[in-house]
């Protein structure tokens, strides 16, 4: 892989308008923003496999967004040159509000008061970034990973309690299940790939899970593999399982500490938007979209994304059209971080596809980033400011140079 970034070659900015008028795509085009890989953890055993979905689902922008690293950004390179998709470079991290967590205020995550998920969108590619923030990314990893030891320790241990016949080591497991980071649900999917193994019949394995969940019978079919992994992981791995892990303060940067990262790696911070579960609930940060707007202009986040499969239509398509009322930066994506193998394409709950309006407004956001990827490889300045404020006026200006960038990228791979 050259260490050269995909923007080399590109004509010049006016070049690339001039020609974008003349033979462009003109069409919205179909994003997926955010996916996981095999990187981090994800439903894909490999990353072409996304882009083979893609083309059979129409999909032309892809966006990577792993967990804690970018070592997924040179294979998803060749991938999207071989498919003419284009490439979009993001991270994900885990931080915590201190302060919300005091208070008991869910941001994020429905489970745990101050921790605030955040997204880095549209990174430099090949990575730059400053040794402070490297520093940082490194340390994450890290703990990330001396947690996910102790888990396979403490498992160890459970298991020849129960006299299973098998155990684990935490190379073995990254080396088969994972790439440079081993998480919670690499362990859960090798624990049930073991089980499966191990018994000859339904009544051995639920009988094994019984054990296993201290007394609990096990509540999904067996070849439910998502269903399973998520028992196990509930059961054993989290807080009152057998080989729960707490997670260490250091695993855990503040939410400014993220926002410099991202910053300092050539991206936009951009806030995951949770929206409403599966029983209309919200978390406390999210439960007024006029707050929460107000909130994140004062932190100096201008870009939200959703995973719009977790959220009904109605108030999806209210809640973003709010915030694009605003020239808010909006992607969309589908995750893809369990076990559960779902369409590449991106739709609402219960299969409800995204009406027009929203496709474009996603496609818009990816305009954006691919704007601004191609302005940063040029050592021009991107969607933010010096001082990491948007350039939200010129929204509209960045969305025409991204159309050029994606269909000059699709036309001349």
Do not use: W
Request: proline share 3%.
């Amino acid at each position: 892989m050259s260490d050269q970034s995909i923007f080399t070659g590109f004509p010049d900015k006016q070049t690339l308008l001039n020609e974008f008028k003349n033979k462009g795509l003109q069409k919205t085009l179909l994003v997926n923003g955010h996916f996981h890989t095999p990187f981090s953890f994800s439903a894909f055993t490999e990353i072409e496999q996304i882009f083979r979905m893609a083309v059979a689902e129409g999909i032309q922008v892809l966006g990577i967004n792993d967990f804690y690293t970018t070592d997924g950004y040179a294979e998803f390179v060749e991938l999207a040159q071989k498919y003419r998709i284009f490439p979009l470079f993001n991270i994900e991290f885990m931080s915590l509000q201190k302060d919300l967590q005091t208070e008991g205020i869910r941001v994020n995550d429905p489970a745990n008061p101050g921790r605030t998920y955040m997204s880095g969108k549209g990174l430099t590619q090949p990575l730059k970034i400053g040794n402070e923030a490297l520093s940082l990314l490194e340390q994450v990893q890290t703990e990330s990973n001396i947690q996910t030891s102790e888990m396979v320790e403490k498992l160890n241990a459970f298991l020849k309690e129960l006299n299973a016949g098998f155990s684990f080591t935490f190379d073995e497991l990254k080396a088969k299940y994972a790439k440079n980071m081993l998480r919670e649900r690499h362990i859960a999917k090798a624990l049930r790939i073991s089980i499966d193994e191990k018994f000859d019949t339904s009544e051995g394995k639920k009988a094994f899970y019984k054990q296993i969940f201290s007394g609990k019978d096990v509540k999904s079919e067996l070849n439910d593999i998502a269903g399973l992994e998520n028992e196990i992981r509930g059961n054993l791995l989290k807080t009152g399982g057998r080989a729960f892990v707490p997670e260490d303060p250091k695993a855990f940067l503040s939410l400014e500490q993220v926002k410099n990262v991202i910053i300092s790696a050539g991206g936009i911070p951009c806030y995951p938007v949770l929206l409403d579960d599966a029983k209309g609930n919200f978390t406390d940060y999210e439960s007024n979209k006029e707050t929460l707007y107000e909130v994140l202009v004062n932190k100096g986040i201008y870009s939200i994304e959703l995973i719009p499969g977790r959220n009904t239509f109605p108030i999806l398509k209210d809640f973003v059209s709010y915030f694009r009322s605003k020239n808010f930066l909006i992607t969309f994506g589908t995750e893809h971080n369990t076990p559960q193998l779902d369409p590449v394409k991106v739709s609402c709950g219960g299969g409800v596809e995204l009406d027009a309006d929203l496709e474009r407004i996603g496609f818009e956001g990816a305009c954006i980033l691919a704007a601004h990827q191609y302005l940063l490889a040029n050592g021009d300045e991107g969607y933010l400011d010096g001082s990491g404020c948007a350039r939200s006026d010129e929204y509209n200006a960045f969305v025409e140079l991204g159309r050029a960038v994606i269909s000059y990228f699709v036309r001349h791979n």
